[in-house]
């Protein structure tokens, strides 16, 4: 055993700990810099936007075609996608490779996670910014992305590439993760902009006023535990 993998395995799970950065960065927000509305969904949004990246990186990588099996059925006859399905473009000095056969279930997968990163704009980031157009961003959300994107990237380079996550991964194994994400962002950005706005009517108070703590704490709490659900289904599988 050589002294990485030594060290390796005294290091925690790599996707759990990515799974509680990205959820605590918005606790140590609330908790630190009394955090708001208008912070906590440009960081989920950014959030969203760095997990879609790493995600579309790894399914461009797929090690595993959509279809494994080595014999098809095709109007009656069998014939052999072997050749077929290991054709691509490999990357010097390693093993890894695009699939020819990943990129069709890259240009049906795209769209759909740039909905979700539009709808989440339109229908969650957009109202909220728009409420407060005098707003400062806080700098603990650039922060936290940036510590995002450090992790997120641990997790691709150790789990993804190194150990050779890639062989058994197919393009919408690869996104499905992020996809999924995207709902359960979208979901909490709306828990917070329908309670704030509930809170506000009628009221001499905007949305940035009344999503305060409790409010706050109740959303991140509903994605962390949406999150480890997802995490642990999908390590069971």
């Known amino acids: 055993m050589s002294d990485f993998d030594t060290v390796e395995q005294l290091l925690p799970n ?18 630190a810099f ?4 208008l ?8 959030e969203f936007t760095i997990l879609s990246l790493w995600a579309l990186l790894r399914g461009l990588f ?22 077929w399905g290991k054709a691509g473009i490999s990357i010097p000095g390693t093993d890894v490779k695009i699939l020819y056969r990943t990129l069709p279930g890259l240009v ?9 990163w539009v709808g989440f704009g339109g229908f969650v980031a957009g109202p909220v910014i728009t409420a407060n157009p005098e ?13 995002v994107v450090i992790t997120e990237g641990w997790r691709t380079g150790i789990e993804y590439f190194y150990r050779g996550g890639y062989r058994q991964a197919t393009v919408w194994k690869a996104l499905r993760g992020v996809l999924l994400e995207g709902f359960v962002l979208i979901v909490a950005g709306l828990l917070v902009l329908t309670f704030t706005n509930e809170l506000a009517d009628g009221r001499t108070i905007n949305i940035e006023t009344a999503a305060r703590r409790p409010l ?22």
Do not use: C
């Not at 400062?136 to 510590?147: D, K, S, Y």
């Open 14 to 31: 790599i996707t759990l700990t990515a799974v509680i950065v990205a959820n605590g960065v918005p606790v140590v927000g609330l908790l």
């Open 34 to 37: 009394d955090m708001s509305g």
């Open 39 to 46: 912070g906590l969904v440009v960081f989920y949004w950014l």
């Open 62 to 83: 797929a090690g595993m075609p959509p279809e494994p099996d080595d014999e098809q059925p095709a109007f009656g006859t069998t014939y052999r996608l072997t050749d």
């Open 108 to 116: 049906f997968l795209i769209p759909l996670l740039g909905a979700l």
């Open 135 to 147: 707003a400062e961003l806080p700098a603990w959300v650039i922060v936290g992305a940036a510590t």
């Open 216 to 237: 706050i704490l109740a959303a991140i709490t509903i994605k962390f535990s949406i999150d480890l659900a997802r995490y642990y289904l999908e390590r069971h599988d």
